[in-house]
């Protein structure tokens, strides 16, 4: 089968593909169909947390498609009511909605900031302030919320509502909130597609503090920072934040297309019968995927992920290299085009990833430390100018 004509002439033209054609992989190794192996240091941009084919996670995933694969939301599930349980436990949130992606939970929490405001400040309360290089989806509505014009300019008119302040203008934010009807802020804690930049604690305890006093829904986009990537369950979780809603996806069901929008005491009863729904949300299989992850992620797991966030860091700085981001989701600002340093190192058997003019790293959070070093000594080589 020639995987890379068929898919040529039958699939969308939406995606710049590179020349791999992967069939199996384990673990962080992958192959492709000329059977060469590749160090996998992208993990599906950030969706298999726990690589390849994870014995656990395959049997519970297998498990489950034996018994059920899906019912409807018209029905309880065992595996939906016990990841949601986990997931509140352990944010200390008190309701959560599961859809299918990242920006089907970024849309369900812009309906929670939306409703929550008309209820208790009018309905004129419905701006969405989102910052500057932020990303938060591909949806007209998600498109909007983005802040990059790039994303915008084929697809007008968006949906209106969303203003947009620069990263670290805190003065900025206080400026939209005097002069506009604002229902929530969105926040990125680091700015994956943006550039893997980080935002300080300052600038997101000062946001914080402005929604508090103006009463306005406080949402982090824990699309790709959460779910173990920076080294905690969820990247507010570096910092004293306390948000009123938390929208997750990618490494959550660790493979499967799992959304969640997860929501403070605050708004948890914002969304009543019929406000929202997803027929395909909460799935038993995707819920039975994200409870094997979620079960992994326990103090010891997210420490190791810390160091091995370390470890890529020295080594990247000893080299001479400048690294952003936190935990496992980092990136270098390269000498170098960094569309040819990508190049080299799938040339050398390790695939990588870019955001903006930076090398990013979203490695499986498992992945052991004799292959990270070796992924690392071709990055390093590939680097040099």
Known sequence: MDIKTIDKEYVANTYKRFDVAIVEGSGALCRDDCGKEYIDMTSG???????YSDPEWVRAVADQAARLQHTSNLYYTQPCAELAEILCKRTGMSKVFFGNSGAE?????????????????????????????SFHGRTLTTLAATGQDSFHNMFLPLTDGFLYAQPEDIEGIEALIRDNKIAGVMLEVVQGEGGVNALSAGYLMAVERLCRENDIVLIIDEVQTGNGRTGELYSYMNYDLHPDVVSTAKGLAGGLPMGACLMSAKVADVL?????????????????????????????????????????????????????????????????????????????????????????LLPPLNIDDELLDKAIDVIIEALKV
Request: aromatic share 4%; glycine share 12%.
């Open 45 to 51: 941009i950030g969706v298999n947390s726990l690589g």
């Open 272 to 360: 009543s019968y019929g406000d929202h729904g997803s027929t395909f949300g909460g799935n038993p299989v995707c819920a039975a995927g994200a409870l094997a992850v979620m079960k992994r992620m326990d103090d010891a797991f997210l420490a190791d992920v810390r160091r091995k966030g370390d470890h890529i860091r020295e080594r990247l700085t000893a080299a001479g290299y400048e690294v952003s981001g936190l935990g496992l989701m980092l990136g270098i600002k390269t000498d170098k085009p960094v569309a040819e340093v990508i190049a080299e190192c799938i040339g050398k058997g390790v695939l990588c990833l870019s955001a903006k003019d930076k090398l990013r």
């Open 105 to 133: 939970a970024n849309e369900c929490a812009v309906k929670v900031a939306r409703k929550y405001a008309a209820e208790h400040k009018g309905a004129e309360y419905c701006n969405i302030i989102t910052l500057n290089k």
